[in-house]
């Protein structure tokens, strides 16, 4: 079935560091462009980081530009975001999403994994 | 960066009305790249509308979008029940691919 997987998500301490993988199943991975968004506590959506399909080109949120690493592994149909110097204000939940189309909207989500940067 | 500012941020509406939410950009909205997400309650969002009035797979047509440049509309019409959620604009054009602040939808 057509899904995006999170994991990695836990507690960390201010100034840790984690890794985030995304698992994709049903579909051709390889031909997608692939974004993080994350969702504070009781608050809206916030775009995170993208990746094109072939790793040729990331962007990032000014919010975690320098701080955070997206990549991927198409022949593990995985994503990952690698988040360093984890702040309180990082605390939420995150999501992949997959691009569809060009612009494209993010069509699939997976259901999210919980970040907690508390000391 | 493009700013998406939703109206209202709360609608408490009865089954069978129709709900409106707007949604204003700060500036032009690249080639049409407006879309509309569902959140429901505990879980993750689902696309609704894009390009910003085409349907995604698997949605009723009971959810409809329009506009274009910097105002944007979701309308909901028939409500049901299972509609309760947040909604959200977001311009996926440009980088950051911004969202609104979104708009709570409230079934009597």
């Known amino acids: 079935q057509v899904q995006l997987v999170e994991s990695g998500g836990g507690v960390v301490q201010p100034g840790g560091s984690l890794r985030l993988s995304c698992e994709a199943s049903?579909?051709?991975?390889?031909?997608?462009?692939m974004h993080w968004v994350r969702q504070a506590p009781g608050r809206g959506l916030d775009w995170v980081a993208f990746?094109?399909?072939?790793?040729?080109?990331?962007d990032y949120a000014d919010s975690v530009k320098g701080r955070c690493t997206i990549f991927r592994d198409n022949s593990k149909n995985t994503l990952y975001l690698q988040m360093n110097s984890l702040r309180p204000d990082d605390t939420a939940i995150y999501y992949c999403?997959?691009?569809?189309?060009?612009?494209?909207?993010?069509?699939?989500w997976g259901q999210g994994t919980m970040v907690t940067v508390s000391s | 960066e493009i700013v998406l500012t939703q109206s209202p941020g709360t609608l408490s509406l009865s089954p069978g009305e129709s709900a409106t939410i707007s949604c204003r950009a700060s500036q032009n909205v690249v080639r049409k790249s407006l879309a509309w997400y569902q959140q429901k309650p505990g879980q993750a969002p689902r696309l609704l509308i894009y390009?910003?009035?085409s349907r995604a797979t698997g949605i009723p047509d009971r959810f409809s979008g329009s506009g274009s440049a910097t105002d944007f509309t979701l309308t909901i019409s028939r409500l049901e029940p299972e509609d309760l959620a947040v909604y959200y604009c977001?311009?996926?054009?440009?980088?950051?691919?911004?969202f609104g602040q979104g708009t709570k939808l409230e079934i009597k």
């Open positions: 049903g579909f051709t991975f390889r031909i997608h462009g």
């Open positions: 977001q311009q996926y054009g440009s980088s950051p691919y911004t």
């Open positions: 999403a997959r691009k569809w189309g060009n612009p494209g909207p993010f069509d699939l």
């Open positions: 390009g910003p009035s």
């Open positions: 990746i094109r399909h072939d790793s040729n080109s990331k």
